[in-house]
């Protein structure tokens, strides 16, 4: 079994920067995308940033320029740089990957998603 884990989250004014971490952990073969979403009350979970195990990244609009998504294949960690904060970034950040794993001599790929970390970006 897989289990991500974020830290990093936490109250900082508009203009200000954060750095989430996400941890992987269990027996794990390879991990082809690992990204960070977030949710407000109300809304659905967003894409914030995605990062192939190649190091291909995609961004949301709302995020491109300020944020930065970056992964250590090694340790099976993932970053999110998050620059000039708004306001309107306040949310709960979730760590998610794509994760093959060997079980019964077959392998399979599965979402994993970790319990989230909070930013709050005061005005």
């Known amino acids: 079994q897989v289990q991500l884990v974020e830290s990093g989250g936490g109250l900082v004014q508009a203009g200000g920067s954060l750095t989430l971490s996400c941890a992987a952990s269990?027996?794990?073969?390879?991990?082809?995308?690992m990204g960070w979403y977030r949710q407000t009350p109300g809304k659905q979970r967003e894409l914030v940033a995605a990062?192939?195990?190649?190091?291909?990244?995609n961004y949301a609009d709302s995020v491109k320029g300020r944020f930065t998504i970056s992964r250590d294949n090694a340790k099976n960690m993932v970053y999110l740089q998050m620059n000039s904060l708004k306001p309107e970034d306040t949310a709960v950040y979730y760590c998610?990957?794509?994760?093959?794993?060997?079980?019964?001599?077959?392998?399979?790929?599965?979402?994993?998603w970790g319990q989230g970390t909070q930013v709050t970006v005061s005005s």
């Open positions: 269990g027996i794990i073969f390879t991990i082809r995308t």
């Open positions: 998610n990957a794509d994760v093959t794993t060997r079980r019964w001599g077959r392998y399979y790929t599965d979402d994993y």
């Open positions: 990062i192939i195990s190649g190091g291909g990244t």
